[in-house]
Structures are given as C-alpha cells and as structure tokens.
C-alpha cells in the first residue's frame, strides 16, 4: 500500500501542480508559446463471453466481466520546443477464470515497469489497478526530436496485421483505441529534411523482479525516406528476446493506398531457427467517408497443421504476435452511417484451417464528449475437443474457432 500511495501522490504532483489555475480546462500564455491542457475520461464497460465447451480453455463456458476505468490526461508545452505528456488511469473490475478482450484495453508486461503501476487488491471476485500508461518529456526543435519517459510508440504501416509494431500493439478487433498504452523508452530522431529520417528507440524490458536486463529490452534503429512519392523503411536491431531485421513500403495509385511491411526474426536463443513474416494490403477511402482494406499475412513461424496449434516452438514466438497460422487474410469496412454514427465490419480468416472470425462494432457520440460504444465477436469454424491429447494439451481444430462468441457494450465521458 506503500507504494500505491507514493505513486498516486506522484500522480497528483504531475497532473495537478497548475491545478488552482488551468484543472480540467485549456490555458495559453498570451504570447502564445506556452500551453497546458488538463482533461478527465470516464469509461464503464461490460462484456458477456461464451465460449466453447472446453474446460482448460475456458473454466467458465460463459463468463462477464464489468469494468470502469477513470483516467487523467494532461499536456503541457513550453516555447514550441518543449513538450509533457501524461496519461493515468484507475479502475476496477471482477476476476474472469479464462482469456476475455476488453476492447484492447488489456495491457502486456512487455517494456513496463510495475513501479509505476498498482494491481494489489486481493479479492476472489475483484481487482483494482492503478497505472500510468504515459508520463514523457518531449524535446524538439527543427529537425530534432528527443521523447523520454513512457510513451506509445507505432511502427506499423499496415493497418491490421502489423508485423513491425512491436511495442504494445491493438490487436486487430480492439473496438477501442483511443489510449494506447506506452513503454518505458527513449526515442531520438532527426529529420534533415521533410522527406528524410533517422531515429533511435531504446525500451527498457524487465525480469520477473522487475529489474531491467539486457534480453528483454530493444534497441531498434529506423531509417525513413519518401522517393517519387513512395515511403521506404527500414529498421533492425533486438527486441524481446530476438533480433530483427524489418522493412516496410507504402505509397499511392490513382487513390488506393499500397502497402507492404514485415521482418526476418532471428531468437536470441536458436539464432538459426530464423523466420521471416510479411503483410501486403491495400486499402481505399472514398468521398462518403467509407474505408476500404484488406490484407495478407504470411508468418513463417506459423504452422500447417491444426493439430500443431499448441506446440509452436517457444522460441518463435512473442506477445505482439497471437496467430497461429502460416496464411491468413483481413478485410475491413468503414465508414458513417450518420454524422453521430459510425460502424466498422472485421473479417479474419485463417487459410490454414478455414476458420474465421466476423468482429462488427459501432461508435455512437451521444453528446459532445460522451460516446457509446458497441462491439461482437463472432468465431466460424470447428469447435475444440472437449477432452485433451495425450500430453493434457487442448484439441484445437481451428484458430478461431477456439475463440468465444463476445458481445460487449462500452461508454466513455470526457470532462
């Protein structure tokens, strides 16, 4: 409790130090040149899941969950060359014995420190957490640009398989990706020119003591240059327990966006057990506001054989990562139906097995700074045995559909 209190006290310090004056609103200096920006959210979900008949998977075949989260946000900025950002939540919600999505929310240890965050309610049917997804201090002047501290970082040019997004990604059916969680990193870049950039990102990962160690960090460097409209990208170096080597091209023809990214993965631990995985899209928005895409991804590391689900080789695997099949393909559409109501479809298929998973959602903005939020997944394919192998593994017949059938119900309020 210690801890939870000196972290909260910090929390306040941080987003209330200017309270008396700017709390919860907009302030600029009159010169312009300096700002602050205090704001609140309040988030209440709840999501009911039913999934297959299969005990070790899932505990409960059906299961809720209810949450509610509130966060504090805060900007700051100082002369157009110095920049605070900070993102803190705290909420509750009841323990569920199996794997449910909460709309992206659910946040991986992977490049986060657990000072500064508290999850030490002990209670058979509730749990709290309090946490900071972001507090960074951001330099940039001209062609340069320094981010210290926890921040959200995006790699990817895809848009729903991203091989190259390797800090704390959405998954492809997150409903919710307003806040995207951070990690604890330095991240420098220059940028000579408007078409041009290099940079350096340097994430601290950590043992089960939370101490930090070399084998769970990255150190990534990224080179960017657009030539006759075309982005080129490429990046290398390690990340979470292998060393990669990536690639990404995006560009444009006659209104369709083009895009293609991926990387070769060699384990820190079987550098010869090296595996490459790829995705190439396209995507294409038209004037009434509906989007387009769909995509291919080919993971080497994969498998061709449902009965192989479960036995993937440890090593050629990460937290960024939950498919199991070689091939897959993704479509997405989107748009509004009214200038309040806004939908996407989802469609995963996994080629391997012939499963798929249908994932609809729909965002309605109810007033000013209120949205609700509904959102389903829907898993086709052969069920899971009932009963285990003979190494007391899951009988997985098809990827999705070893998924529940999910409905969930979110609404958020900013003040």
Request: proline residues 5%.
């Amino acid at each position: 409790m210690k801890r939870a209190a000196c972290l909260l006290l910090v929390l306040l310090c941080c987003l209330t130090s200017h309270a008396q004056v700017f709390a919860f609103t907009d302030w600029m200096s009159e010169d312009g040149e300096s700002s602050f920006n205090a704001r609140g959210a309040v988030t209440l979900s709840g999501l009911v899941s039913h999934g297959p008949k299969q005990a070790q998977l899932y505990p409960r075949q059906t299961e809720w969950l209810g949450a509610s989260r509130m966060r504090l946000l805060a900007d700051a900025e100082t002369a157009g060359w110095f920049a605070f950002h900070a993102n803190a939540l705290a909420g509750f919600s009841n323990r569920t014995k199996s794997s449910m999505s909460s709309q992206g929310e659910s946040v991986g240890r992977s490049y986060r420190s657990r000072y500064l965050g508290y999850d030490g309610l002990k209670d058979q049917d509730l749990q709290a957490v309090v946490l900071v997804d972001e507090l960074s201090f951001h330099l940039f002047k001209d062609w340069f640009d320094l981010k210290l501290g926890r921040q959200p970082i995006g790699l990817a040019t895809t848009y729903l398989y991203a091989p190259n997004d390797v800090f704390q990604p959405f998954s492809a059916t997150a409903a919710d990706t307003v806040f995207r969680p951070g990690v604890d990193a330095l991240r420098i870049t220059a940028a000579p020119d408007a078409l041009s950039s290099v940079g350096l990102i340097a994430a601290l990962g950590y043992d089960d003591e939370d101490q930090p160690v070399w084998r769970k960090s990255a150190l990534l460097a990224h080179l960017r240059t657009n030539q006759a409209g075309v982005d080129f990208i490429a990046l290398g170096g390690s990340v979470e327990k292998r060393y990669l080597v990536g690639w990404a091209v995006q560009g444009e023809i006659d209104g369709a966006g083009l895009r293609m990214e991926g990387n070769v993965s060699f384990p820190q631990d079987a550098p010869d057990q090296a595996y490459a995985q790829i995705t190439a899209g396209a995507d294409y928005r038209w004037p009434n506001s509906l989007h387009l895409i769909g995509e291919y991804n080919y993971r080497q590391n994969g498998t061709l054989s449902h009965e192989d689900y479960l036995r993937v080789d440890p090593q050629t695997t990460n937290n960024t990562d939950p498919y199991l099949g070689v091939h897959g393909l993704a479509a997405s559409l989107a748009g509004d139906i009214t200038p309040l109501l806004t939908m996407q479809g989802l469609v995963l298929a996994n080629l391997i097995d012939g499963s798929f998973l249908l994932s609809p959602s729909f965002t309605y903005l109810a007033a000013d700074e209120v949205e609700l939020i509904a959102y389903a997944m829907l898993p086709l394919g052969r069920r899971p045995h009932e009963n285990p192998d003979a190494l007391g593994l899951p009988r997985l017949r098809s990827e999705y559909g070893s998924y529940p059938f999910t409905l969930s119900f979110q609404t958020r309020v900013y003040f």
